[in-house]
């Protein structure tokens, strides 16, 4: 089970640090991902990781250099660093776990098979 919180409401250019907290499984053998899903727009994947290991990571070009994606393994818990908003980040931030070791990218749905329930991120 995958929970996610730490969305919220911020203006243009804040920061939020959604995080995902697993149970129910180990997830060191997982590729783990981030996605969103924008109003009337399909859910897109923003980044991955390699849980087990921590890294290397992967980011979509719309989010490079503004967000980060990393975990805490003591804690089985995955977060997203999101710096410099922009009104076109609002969306709901799902996690998703891929069981495999291995993350193929960029990050596609029908990879994943965890998903958690998501979080409202809005920015103005």
């Given at each position: 089970?995958?929970?996610?919180?730490?969305?919220?409401?911020?203006?243009?250019?804040?920061?939020?640090?959604?995080?995902?907290?697993?149970?129910?499984?180990?997830?060191?053998?997982?590729?783990?991902?981030?996605?969103?899903?924008a109003p009337?727009?399909?859910?897109?994947?923003?980044?991955?990781?390699?849980?087990?290991?921590?890294?290397p990571?992967?980011y979509?070009?719309?989010?490079?250099?503004?967000?980060?994606?990393?975990?805490?393994?003591?804690?089985?818990?995955?977060?997203?660093?999101?710096?410099?908003?922009?009104?076109?980040?609002?969306?709901?931030?799902?996690?998703a776990?891929?069981?495999?070791?291995?993350?193929v990218?960029p990050?596609?749905?029908?990879q994943?098979?965890?998903?958690?329930?998501?979080?409202?991120?809005?920015?103005?």
């Amino acid at each position: 089970q995958l929970v996610e919180s730490g969305g919220g409401s911020v203006q243009e250019g804040g920061s939020l640090k959604p995080s995902c907290e697993a149970s129910g499984y180990t997830y060191s053998s997982y590729c783990m991902g981030w996605f969103r899903q924008a109003p009337g727009k399909e859910r897109e994947g923003v980044a991955s990781i390699y849980y087990n290991r921590g890294g290397p990571t992967f980011y979509a070009d719309s989010v490079k250099g503004r967000l980060t994606i990393s975990r805490d393994s003591a804690n089985n818990t995955l977060y997203l660093q999101m710096n410099s908003l922009k009104p076109e980040d609002t969306a709901i931030y799902f996690c998703a776990a891929r069981d495999s070791v291995f993350c193929v990218n960029p990050p596609q749905l029908d990879q994943y098979n965890i998903w958690g329930q998501g979080t409202q991120v809005t920015v103005s």
